[in-house]
């Protein structure tokens, strides 16, 4: 099969890639960076470089493709979060209809089912409803828990100030997810076969805020490590201090809210999953104290 994959080589695309042409297919790997060539030739792939605002870039990238794995990358300089990726998933739609792909794979999130009080996750929503509206194209939208791997950004936080935290308390509830967990159920969809408009959950764990930290504390050998519940206000604060625009930096204190009201979690707990990803709290326990000591 020919397919094609964005992302780059971004904590999902990378080892979908090496799923792919570990199989055999034929995979193309868009990207906007050119220095990426030379890895994404290592997995057994080719590069297209170019920008997914380009939409004729997208539609002779496309064109001749079985099917194509579809995510809209973060852009933390946007004016409008929501406007960009909404606009990142009509642009996809476009080149959809114009080079005639009729199987669609497609990264959402959970939460994804609300049009409004989801921070970024508003976006996806508006992604989902685009590629909906498409005739005789098959999608499958793969919403996506809270990565794992965002983890990694509180490191950070951590070292210098001793502590974990947010805009909800160690109470609250995170339905969590592997990258690689994701890309595992992307090669199935791939390399299977389905039809119509649909969607499911990817989820590796599901644990309060609380087990969270204290898996992550003890694997780095903090086991009282404290979380705090931030204000909206502190959140945004820190946000933009560390360098966000007020613009985004609003728009993740409004997902921090939706983790914080539990509305993310709604169709998702009358939907779950058959099977859920190989990858627990315990083994990305592992993998935190890893990248925290490394």
Known sequence: MKIIVTGSLGHI??????????????????SSDAGKVEAIGALGAKAAIGSIADVAFLTK?????????????????ASDYRQYIGDMGKNYAAAIRASGVARVVNLSSIGAHLDKGTGPIAGLHDVEETLNALDNVAVKHLRAGFFYVNFFTNIDMIKK???????????????????????????????GSFSGKSYYYVISDDQKIA???KALGTAIGKPDLPWVEFSDEDSLAGMTGAGLSPAVASVFVEMGTAIRNG????????????????????????????VYKG
Request: proline residues 5%; negative net charge.
């Open 263 to 290: 509305i993310l979690w709604e169709d998702y707990d009358k939907n779950k999953p058959a099977t859920y990803g190989k990858t627990k709290l315990g083994d990305f326990a592992e993998e935190f104290a890893a």
């Open 61 to 77: 990238t496309f064109t001749g493709a079985d099917a194509i794995y579809t995510m809209v990358p973060p852009n933390f300089g």
């Open 211 to 213: 087990a969270i930290v």
């Open 13 to 30: 695309s990378k080892p979908l890639t090496g799923i792919l042409t570990a199989a055999g297919h034929d995979v193309t790997v868009i």
């Open 161 to 191: 100030n001793g502590i974990l935290g947010s805009n909800y308390s160690q109470d609250a509830r995170l339905v969590l997810v592997h990258p690689r967990d994701i890309a595992a159920a992307a090669a199935s969809d791939l390399q």
